[in-house]
C-alpha cells in the first residue's frame, strides 16, 4: 500500500491570471525560469511522495497535461496520474478537486498543493507530512494569522470522507475542511519552518502575470502567531457521517426533503450533545434551508405556521452553534477560522429574520 501520495490541483479557471482580451491561458503550462509551473511542482515532489494525482476540470485539460509530462520526459518510479474532477450538483473548484484527489488514491497521507506553487521545497513537503502522522491535517500558519488553505498534509481516509461530505452539503471552501477534521496542526512558518525554507520560496504563489517575474512569497514575518497552534475539535463518527453524507446527496439528486429533514435533525441532536459545533450548525443550517423550501408549496395555514417557527428555530440554533465555533476559534487566535464561523453565523440569523 502506498505511504504518501500528493495531489496537484490544476483545474482552476486562473481569472486573475488572464490579460483582458486575450486568449485564455493556461496557468499551469505558464513557464517560470524555463518550464511550465506544473512540471516545477511535480519535480518538487517526486522525491517525497511514490504517487502523484493531478486533478483537472475537463477531458481537454487532462489529454494536454498528458501531452506536457511525456514532452518535458517527466518519470517517476511510482505513479503519476491525471484524474478529472467528479461531478456534484452545483459545486466546483478547489473544494472538489480535493475530495476527487483524496478518493484517487490509496495512500495512508497526502500533501496537497497548487499548480500555482512552483518552488515548494520538498524539505517542507516531509516536515508536514511528519507533523500529521499523530493529527489529521497539518498546515502552515503565517504570523498574522493567514493560513495556507491549499497547501496540507493529511490522514488520507478520514479527510477524504470529510471533504467529499463537505462537498455533498454544497460547502465549496477548503478552509471548511478544518473546521470538520478531529485534530488539526497549524504549523507555524516562522518557528518551524523558517530553517527548512529560509525565503519562504514554498510559499510563492503565481496569481497574476507579473508575479511569473516578481516571486515575492506571500509570507508575512509580522504578527502575533510565532509558534504552532494544534487544536482538538472532535468529528462525527463513520457511520453518523456516512448518514450525513447520503443525506445530503439525497437532498441533491432526489430530493427527499421529508426524510432528510428527520436525518438533518437527528444529526443535529447527535451531535449538539458531542459539542461539535461546526457539524451542529451545519445540520441545522440545512433543516431551516428545506424547510424554506417546503414552506413554498404548503397551503395549510396551520401547518405553515408550525413549519414557520420549526424554520425560525433552526437557523436560531445554527447561528448559536456556529457563534461557539468562532469564540473557539477565537481564543486560540485562528482568526480566520474565526471569520469564517461569524459569516456562517451572519448568514443564519438573516434567514431566521426572514420567518
Known amino acids: 500500500m502506498t505511504e504518501k501520495c500528493a495531489v496537484v490541483l490544476a483545474g482552476g479557471k486562473a481569472e486573475r491570471f488572464q490579460t483582458s482580451g486575450r486568449p485564455w491561458i493556461d496557468k499551469a503550462l505558464a513557464k517560470v525560469q524555463g518550464k511550465p509551473m506544473l512540471i516545477h511542482i511535480i519535480e518538487s515532489l517526486a522525491s517525497a511522495v511514490e504517487d502523484i494525482v493531478i486533478c483537472v476540470n475537463n477531458e481537454a485539460r487532462k489529454r494536454k497535461y498528458a501531452k506536457v509530462l511525456r514532452d518535458f520526459s517527466v518519470k517517476k518510479d511510482g505513479y503519476i496520474r491525471i484524474v478529472k474532477d467528479v461531478k456534484i450538483p452545483s459545486i466546483s473548484g478547489p473544494a472538489v478537486a480535493i475530495a476527487t484527489g483524496l478518493k484517487a488514491t490509496n495512500a495512508d497521507y497526502c ?3 497548487p499548480c500555482d506553487t512552483p518552488f515548494i521545497q520538498s524539505a517542507v513537503v516531509d516536515y508536514l507530512f511528519n507533523a500529521v502522522k499523530d493529527a489529521s491535517i497539518a ?19 478520514r479527510t477524504a470522507e470529510v471533504s467529499e461530505t463537505l462537498c455533498w452539503l454544497g460547502r465549496d471552501r477548503p478552509d471548511d475542511f478544518l473546521r470538520g477534521l478531529p ?9 518551524e519552518i523558517r530553517d527548512l525554507d529560509p525565503e519562504f520560496k514554498s510559499f510563492i504563489n503565481i496569481n497574476f502575470q507579473e508575479d511569473l517575474t516578481e516571486l515575492q512569497t506571500r509570507v508575512s514575518t509580522d504578527g502575533p502567531i510565532k509558534n504552532s497552534i494544534q487544536v ?14 447520503e443525506t445530503a446527496k439525497s437532498c441533491c439528486l432526489d430530493r427527499k426533503s421529508a426524510d432528510a429533514l428527520k436525518d438533518f435533525s437527528a444529526l443535529s441532536e447527535v451531535f ?17 434551508t428545506i424547510i424554506q423550501e417546503c414552506l413554498k408549496t404548503q397551503k395549510n395555514t396551520q401547518e ?8 425560525w428555530k433552526a437557523f ?3 447561528a448559536d452553534s456556529y457563534a461557539l465555533e468562532a469564540e473557539f476559534f477565537a481564543q486560540r487566535q485562528i482568526h480566520l477560522l474565526a471569520r469564517r464561523a461569524r459569516e456562517d453565523e451572519a448568514w443564519c440569523r438573516k434567514h431566521a429574520t426572514r420567518y
Open 111 to 113: 500533501i496537497v498543493v
Open 183 to 191: 485534530k488539526v496542526k497549524f504549523i507555524s512558518t516562522i518557528s
Open 304 to 311: 405553515m405556521a408550525e413549519l414557520r417557527e420549526k424554520g
Open 316 to 318: 436560531l440554533k445554527a
Open 232 to 245: 482538538e475539535l472532535g468529528s462525527p463518527k463513520d457511520s453518523d457521517l456516512e448518514i450525513l453524507k
Open 272 to 288: 449538539e450533545k458531542e459539542r461539535f459545533y461546526f457539524w451542529t450548525g451545519i445540520c441545522r443550517e440545512k433543516e431551516g
Open 139 to 157: 498546515i502552515p500558519i503565517h504570523a498574522d494569522g493567514s493560513v495556507e488553505t491549499l497547501i496540507f498534509a493529511c490522514e488520507r481516509k
